[in-house]
């Protein structure tokens, strides 16, 4: 049982994007950026790529969860160390040593990859309009966890080389907690989280193994 009910949960998400406007414009303004330096990158991009990554998991991390989740769930504090954990992460392994390269691959993996993200751009917020959420109530990318998660696990699909597993970890356990508070709360169109999780560690898993083998 969750210690809130839909209705509370729902009032959190309405406090917390009248509060923060207008950073869902900028953010679903800097997400589309991110999709068209990943399909025709620039020297720097990839920093630039992980940099605003990084960025967004780390407002998650003290703005939603410390500042307003955890006003009705206690559990919210661990979820924002996860989330400046993976923020971190990001930012060290990707901006600050440049070890990430964001590439699109005409393969199951990069349609896969830009899939997740069309579908947290785009289809994500039209089945909230559809289900009766306005956008005041709606998680919005690049400031709320689920669509920045399908986003985020997008992003690492295009990844040129193996994909570093612990900047898998982190994403994946959170579209299983988004995916149980859902079903839970009876929002139907948070569902795709965990899916996109699942989804996401077979193709990264079968990716990395198929590089794996191709570099012995």
Known sequence: ???????????????????????????????????????????????????????????????????????????????????????????????????????FVPDLHGWAGVGFMVFSMAVYPLIGLLTGYDWLRAPMLGVAPNPTTIFTLGMLLLIAHRVPLHLLVIPVLWSLIGGATAWLLNIPRDLAVPLAGVFAVWLVLWKNRRMAVGER
Do not use: C
């Open 1 to 103: 049982m969750l210690p809130f009910t839909k209705e509370v949960f729902l009032r959190v998400f309405e406090q917390y994007n009248a509060a923060i406007w207008p950073a869902q414009a900028v953010a679903y303004g800097l997400s589309a950026l991110l999709v068209l330096l990943a399909l025709k990158p620039r020297r720097g991009s990839d920093r630039v790529i992980a940099a605003a990554l990084a960025g967004g998991w780390l407002w998650m991390g003290v703005v939603y969860h410390v500042m307003y989740y955890s006003t009705i769930n206690w559990a919210a504090w661990a979820f924002g160390a996860l989330f400046l954990i993976q923020g971190l992460l990001v930012a060290w392994t990707g901006a600050l040593r440049g070890r990430l390269e964001f590439r």
